[in-house]
Nanobody, 120 residues
Framework: VQLVESGGGSVQPGGSLRLSCAAS????????MFWYRQAPGKEHEWVAS?????????SLEDSMKGRFTIARDNAKSMVYLHINGLKPEDTAVYYC?????????????WGQGTQVTVSA
């Protein structure tokens, strides 16, 4: 299993980004996918989930509500995170994640992350 994030960068407040995660090594369409972020000095924070069915759940934290949209393209084995209205507090490393159960054991996979820096 491999997850490779891309699309991060330095942006000004109010800008937008689309983060991408390329997945391989498993049957992508069968699994739920997740985005997390980790700001400096803080723990991982869940951002959004997209189910294998296509259903989505987004964080309702005031800091994120309404600005993040998760999407997937099963044909390309890609999951995306669109972020609008970027704020300095969105500065973090953003990670793609999935959980695979095999023979009764849980395996959690993370990408290497992509850095998002929001500053004027």
């Amino acid at each position: 299993v491999q997850l490779v994030e891309s699309g991060g960068g330095s942006v000004q407040p109010g800008g937008s980004l689309r983060l991408s995660c390329a997945a391989s090594g498993f049957i992508f369409s069968n699994y739920d996918m997740f985005w997390y972020r980790q700001a400096p000095g803080k723990e991982h924070e869940w951002v959004a989930s997209i189910l294998s069915s296509g259903g989505t759940v987004h964080s309702l934290e005031d800091s994120m509500k309404g600005r993040f949209t998760i999407a997937r393209d099963n044909a390309k084995s890609m999951v995306y995170l669109h972020i609008n209205g970027l704020k300095p507090e969105d500065t973090a490393v953003y990670y793609c994640n999935t959980v695979i159960w095999t023979s009764g054991s849980k395996y959690e996979y993370w990408g290497q992350g992509t850095q998002v820096t929001v500053s004027a």
